[in-house]
């Protein structure tokens, strides 16, 4: 079994400006994602990026949820 390691200062800078990014400029966080770099902070990123789409695809689940349950007439 692996040992769960804390994430490097450099991930989560990477990953708190990806997310914001995410939710402010999509278009912009989506061309500097396509650079395939390797270093933690670009890892980072595209954990961050991922949590955000996560997040925005819960959000509109829980949505489309409730307004099942709560239809307007």
Known sequence: ?????????????????????????????????????????FKGMVGGARQYELERIREVSQKGRDQNRNPER
Not at 5 to 10: G, L, M, Y
């Open 1 to 41: 079994m692996e040992e769960e390691q804390d994430p490097s200062p450099e991930y989560i800078k990477g990953f708190n400006q990806m997310y914001n990014l995410k939710k402010e400029m999509p278009e912009v966080a989506q061309q500097i994602l396509s650079a395939k770099a390797e270093n933690d902070r």
